[in-house]
């Protein structure tokens, strides 16, 4: 499946996920090549203790929440992942719109003809 998330990661998709009610659990994992089992996982510990909790089962944890953090700091990393995950998206030629009654879709982008 995919490569190992650091907790920040995690808890961008977790709101993705939660922010789409629309979306079925197994269709968003496809789409982001993660397990169903892995990510109802990170759900769980994420209720249990926000991104902490998702840390906590980390092993990065001293890497990505360092003592001290300031909140700006964490601000700016979470919008550089935010920016990343979107990268990556687009590659696998998937975009995010919004649908009419304001809910998060991701829609598959149609290839362009090939000649």
């Excluded at 789409?20 to 994420?46: E, G, H, M, P």
């Excluded at 964490?74 to 995010?96: D, F, G, S, T």
Aim: aromatic share 8%.
């Amino acid at each position: 499946m995919a490569k190992h998330l650091n907790p920040l990661e995690k808890e961008f998709l977790i709101r993705k996920f939660k922010s789409n009610s629309l979306i079925k659990l197994s269709d968003f994992c496809t789409v982001n090549n993660i397990s169903d089992t892995a990510f109802k996982k990170w759900i769980r510990q994420y209720d249990e203790g926000g991104l902490e909790g998702l840390a906590r089962a980390d092993a990065e944890l001293k890497g990505v929440l360092p003592e001290g953090l300031n909140p700006t700091e964490e601000a700016y990393k979470r919008e550089i992942l935010r920016l990343r995950i979107e990268n990556e998206r687009l590659k696998k030629n998937y975009a995010v719109r919004q649908t009419e009654d304001g809910q998060t879709e991701y829609v598959r982008l149609k290839p362009k003809n090939l000649k």
